[in-house]
């Protein structure tokens, strides 16, 4: 007890160190500056640029307080310095700052110089005409204000503590997750909490997401309210030059003439329909409108469907280790709980809770619970409700999002050897095997009977589900299949490396860049996922006798392949179907971290007959990719919000 309380205090230290000397460091720095001096700047309006120092005589300055802000917002304002000092009578143009009302500590500019200051301008960038600007007093040699955050005392604290718990050498590795005791089982529940709370803070933090300002985002609301009516299109009516035109798919051809339409909504013969899977009209906006009469909040629904998501997540990862892996340790199923939730990319969906967001969201959260059902059958003996709720979960995802439906092939690796073995022993055990595999297949009988009735109603064909005629930039009745695209969608979405700066937010943008002449739709990325996670890449191990030898020990190596496979094969439908898109991670991001999670558990358990050198030096590597996952996707979702 007293190492631990003596632990606990240099860590309690050691975050009040860093609070005080690193995050209050710039505040520390200015009380070693000259006085403080009054600037005469203004700004007139219509302005964009103006002198806040122009001494008769050089002065010494380090440092300026800038409070600039545009009249009736909180966007951040961008300026550049343009300065003349002893070292340079001609002038020179510092780097572009950004200053915001908001943040306070924006608003001081650090110095440094070549000697004494001539002269000081400020250039706002990408000013627009009818922008004006508003500028408080401007201070010379201005002192930070100390800034002390007890919360940022306590995340510190609290991330040098799990460091220290999570090391190899902790308790946590020395206890089987299965025989955990209450305050391990806490820990987890305090990590998967502190995951929904970011969640449910990310899903919230944006206005024009909370109430979406874009008309094509009222799509499932609009689709509730025609099955009132007992419509399946969306109700809105064509324009007379959209039906005048002789392909209404060609964007360009809409902009040139100046053609009204609805964007992204799925146009044929005529009316607009909801090309996105059906199933969050169903289960959340028909009931909500049913009962209030309002538009459900798309927000809410993709926080609902993400906190499932993340809950499932643990219990198919809980479920795995109870059958294959039970002697994982407490800190190994800790860290590929974590590993599950950045890999399964939740926090994609939390930063942009809108629309296009909702279907996936709402598949992936079905797909996890549906393995977890399958995972447990086999470890339950067989039984056949949970193969069969399995078979409901994943049937329904292509009512939301079709390509999850592929991951039902996972059944096969998961559960085929138990099905052979019940039908080779006859009788009962036969029976059982038949009678699980058909009522597995009726949820799946039921709702592709629905799907295809329903595509049939609306485009003429069981299998059209409509994406062919979305009005947006792609004209995808052209659109065509081109293996050169392959290359470098592969590249986007996986390998490209992420661009870090040494200022904040620390984390930029990506060029998107292609040798590819062809049409291709892409959004702006960040790197590629193997760089966000790259514990993912684990399954490139796969191509080893060693770790294939494993997992078949453990009757895993089928699913793992199938799992790699289904997540390659998955990205390069969506690099040929819709383009280069962040969002779209969610779509194999999880079919690659089933696999990681099963290799690295294989490892380890290799690791521990190895010897404990072999086992920590492992379990070292998999903290480092831990940490390195959570700082990037940390930095990642602060610069989107």
């Known amino acids: 007890m007293k190492r631990v309380i003596g632990v606990l205090c240099g860590l309690l230290a050691a975050a009040l160190l860093i609070e005080l000397l690193f995050f209050n460091f710039r505040a520390l720095e200015s009380r070693t500056f000259g006085p403080a001096v009054p600037s005469e700047a203004s700004i007139a309006a219509g302005e964009t640029s103006f002198t806040v120092f122009d ?98 005392v306590f995340g510190v604290f609290a991330g040098l503590g799990l460091l220290w718990l999570l090391r190899p050498s902790s308790v946590l590795h020395r206890t089987r997750v299965l025989e955990a005791g209450l305050w391990q089982q806490a820990l987890l529940v305090l990590i998967v909490a502190v ?21 094509h985002h009222r799509q499932y609301h609009k689709m509730a309210v025609s099955l009132t009516e007992g419509r399946l299109d969306l109700g809105d009516e064509p324009s007379a030059s959209l039906l005048a035109m002789e392909n209404p798919y060609d964007y360009h051809a809409r902009v040139r003439d100046h053609v009204d339409y609805w964007w992204d909504e799925a146009y044929y013969q005529g009316k607009y329909y909801c090309y996105f899977g059906i199933l969050p009209v169903l ?21 609902i469907c993400l906190t499932a998501l993340t809950l499932a997540l643990v219990w198919l990862l809980y479920e795995t280790v109870r059958r294959y892996f039970p002697r994982c340790s407490t800190g190994d199923f800790l860290l590929l709980e974590v590993t599950m939730f950045l890999g399964g990319t939740v926090l994609i969906g939390a930063q942009c809770p809108t629309f296009y967001y909702l279907p996936i969201s709402l598949a992936l959260a079905l797909t996890a619970a549906a393995l977890a059902c399958w995972v447990r059958a086999g470890r339950d003996g067989y039984r056949r409700g949970w193969i069969v709720a399995g078979g409901l979960l994943m049937a329904l995802t292509a009512a939301s999002r079709p390509q999850f439906v592929l991951s039902s092939f996972l059944v096969f690796p998961l559960l085929g050897r138990e099905t052979i073995e019940r039908w080779k022993a006859g009788g009962k055990d036969r029976t059982r095997a038949v009678t699980s595999v058909l009522f597995a297949l009726v949820p799946y009988v039921i709702v592709a009977g629905a799907l295809m009735w ?40 996986l390998l490209q490396p992420v661009s870090l700066i040494g200022r904040s937010p620390f984390l930029r943008s990506v060029p998107v860049q292609t040798s590819y002449q062809g049409f291709t739709i892409y959004e702006t990325m960040y790197g590629g996922l193997l760089w ?32 790699a496979v289904l997540g390659v094969l998955v990205a390069c439908l969506d690099v040929e179907a819709g383009g280069i898109l962040q969002r779209y991670w969610m779509d194999f991001g999880f079919l690659l971290s089933l696999p990681t999670v099963w290799i690295v558990l294989t490892r380890l358990e290799e690791a521990e007959r190895l010897g404990e050198a072999v086992a ?11 940490v390195w996952s959570v700082l990037i996707w940390t930095l990642w979702l602060a610069r989107m919000l």
């Open 283 to 303: 289960l959340f906006y028909l009931p909500y409108y049913l009962v209030t009469g309002n538009a459900f909040p798309t927000w809410l629904g993709v926080l």
């Open 55 to 152: 001494g008769p005589e050089a002065m010494d300055i380090q440092s300026i307080r800038l409070p600039l802000s545009k009249a009736g917002s909180g966007d951040w304002v961008a300026v550049r310095l343009f300065v003349t000092d002893e070292g340079s009578s001609v002038g020179y143009e510092l780097p572009e700052l950004q200053i915001s009302p908001a943040v306070p500590s924006s608003q001081f500019i650090r110095l440094n110089l070549h000697g004494k200051a001539r002269s000081i301008t400020v250039n706002i960038q990408g000013a627009k005409p009818d922008d004006v600007y508003e500028l408080g007093d401007v201070l010379l040699n201005a002192r930070r204000p100390f800034a002390f955050s007890l919360l940022r």
């Open 195 to 215: 995951q929904l709370l970011v969640t449910a803070m990310a899903c919230s933090a944006t206005p024009s997401y909370v109430t979406p300002p874009w008309r």
């Open 532 to 563: 966000f996670s790259p514990a993912l890449a684990a399954p490139v191990l796969l191509l080893g006798r060693r770790v294939r030898a494993g997992l078949k020990e453990k009757k895993l190596l089928g699913a793992a392949a199938v799992c």
């Open 454 to 493: 329903y595509n049939a109603s609306r485009f003429g064909s069981p299998f059209d589900f409509g994406a062919n005629y979305q009005m947006t930039t792609n004209d995808v009745t052209h659109r065509g299949f081109h293996p050169d695209r392959l290359p470098f969608g592969l590249f986007s979405y």
């Open 616 to 626: 920590a030096e492992r379990r070292m590597r998999l903290l480092g990719l831990t």
